[in-house]
C-alpha cells in the first residue's frame, strides 16, 4: 500500500498503527502504469530497483525466545542458529531456533560484549569494553584468541566485511567526545575514519552505545542513538549522509536508533526502538518505508544473506523475530 499523503510505501500495521491517521491509502497494484513508466524504472543493467522487490505487507515468519531479557546483539551463524549477546551479561550464547542453546562461553573480563561479530560458521568476533580488545572465539576448540589491544582507546561496535577484513568503531577513554573508526585488512590498520577535511567530527559521539554496519557499496554506516542519527561515509572516510527519520511517519515520537543492518540491495535497516519498527533507508540516504510487525522495542538487527530474511532482536523481551520483507 502506499500513503497518498506522505507518498510512501506502508504496510499493514503502519496503517491500524494510526501514524497514517485519516490518510488515503492506494495499492501498489492498482497504481497506473505506462509502458514507459515500467522502462525508466530499470537500470541500464535490467537490475529491478528495490522499490520492486519489496513485499507490500512485511511479515514474522518465526519467531523465538532467547530465555533472557536485555537481549543486546545478535548474530546470524547458520541456516538455523544465532549467536546472542545480553547487556550485563558475560555469557554469549549460540542458540537454535526453538531457543535450545548449542554452544555457550564466558567473556574473560567478566563483562558483557560491546558488540558481536560474525566472520564465518565457527569464529565469533566480540568487543570486551573493558579490557580494551578484540577477541576471536572459535566454536571448534572451544578457544578464546586475542586479536586487536588498544590502549587510550575502547572497542564499541565491530563488523566483520570479509574474513581478513575488520571495522572497529573506538571512543578515546580521556576524551569521551572522539569517536572514529579503523578498518583493519589482513591484520594491519588499511585507514582510520574520525574527521572531515575541515576537522569535523564525522561521528559525534554523546556516549552510550554504538551500531555499526559495512554496505555492499562500501559505504560505513554507524546507528548513534544518543544523537538519535545515523552517519554513512564511503569507504574513503567522506561524508555521504545523515539520516534523522522519517518524520512523515513518525507522528509524536523521536527517532531512537538502534541496531543497523544493509541487505544485498544495499538498503539500510534501522531499528527504531521508541516506535517500535524499522526503517528502510535506500543506499542514497531516500527514506522508503517502515516495517511494523508487532515489534516491541526492537534492538538489534540482522540480514540472513542466505534467505534475504531479517532478524530482529527485542531488548525488552528476549524475543527474535524473523521477518520476510521482500516479495
Not at 131 to 145: H, L, M, P, Q, V
Not at 171 to 184: A, G, M, P, R, V
Not at 236 to 261: K, L, M, T, W
Amino acid at each position: 500500500m502506499r500513503c497518498q499523503q506522505c507518498q510512501i510505501q506502508v504496510c499493514t500495521k503502519c496503517i491500524i498503527s494510526g501514524r497514517h491517521k485519516n490518510h488515503d491509502f492506494l495499492d501498489i497494484a492498482d497504481e497506473p502504469q505506462d509502458e514507459s513508466t515500467i522502462n525508466t524504472s530499470r537500470g541500464a543493467d535490467g537490475e529491478i530497483p528495490p522499490s520492486e522487490t519489496l513485499a507490500n505487507d512485511p511479515i514474522i515468519i518465526q519467531e523465538f525466545d532467547s530465555n533472557n531479557t536485555d537481549l543486546d546483539r545478535i548474530c546470524v551463524c547458520g541456516p538455523d542458529e544465532v549467536w546472542t549477546s545480553f547487556m550485563y551479561e558475560s555469557i554469549i550464547s549460540c542458540m537454535d531456533f526453538t531457543g535450545k542453546v548449542r554452544d555457550t562461553f564466558k567473556i574473560p573480563s567478566d563483562e558483557y560484549a560491546a558488540d558481536i561479530s560474525v566472520k564465518s560458521e565457527d569464529e565469533l568476533y566480540f568487543c570486551d569494553w573493558k579490557e580494551k580488545t578484540i577477541n576471536k572465539y572459535n566454536k571448534r576448540d572451544k578457544s578464546i584468541e586475542m586479536v586487536i589491544r588498544f590502549e587510550e582507546w575502547t572497542p564499541r561496535a565491530i563488523c566483520v566485511a570479509s574474513p581478513d577484513a575488520i571495522s572497529v568503531c573506538i571512543t578515546c577513554s580521556y576524551n569521551d567526545e572522539l569517536c572514529k573508526i579503523i578498518q583493519y585488512k589482513a591484520g594491519r590498520i588499511q585507514r582510520e575514519i574520525q574527521d572531515d577535511g575541515d576537522g569535523n567530527a564525522l561521528f559525534p559521539y554523546k556516549g552510550g552505545d554504538i551500531f555499526l554496519a559495512e554496505n555492499g557499496n562500501g559505504d560505513i554506516c554507524v546507528s548513534l542513538p544518543a544523537n538519535r542519527s545515523v552517519e554513512v561515509v564511503n569507504r574513503d572516510g567522506i561524508f555521504r549522509f545523515s539520516y534523522h527519520g522519517n518524520h512523515d511517519v513518525r507522528s509524536c515520537q523521536e527517532f531512537a536508533p538502534h541496531g543497523i543492518a544493509t541487505d544485498r540491495l544495499h538498503q539500510i535497516l534501522v531499528a527504531d526502538s521508541d516506535s517500535g519498527c524499522i526503517d528502510c533507508v535506500s543506499v542514497d540516504g531516500s527514506f522508503i518505508m517502515t516495517i511494523c510487525c508487532d515489534l516491541v522495542d526492537p534492538r538489534t538487527l540482522q540480514i540472513n544473506a542466505q534467505n534475504d530474511y531479517l532478524y530482529a532482536g527485542e531488548f525488552s523481551t528476549g524475543k527474535i523475530k524473523i521477518i520476510k520483507y521482500m516479495a
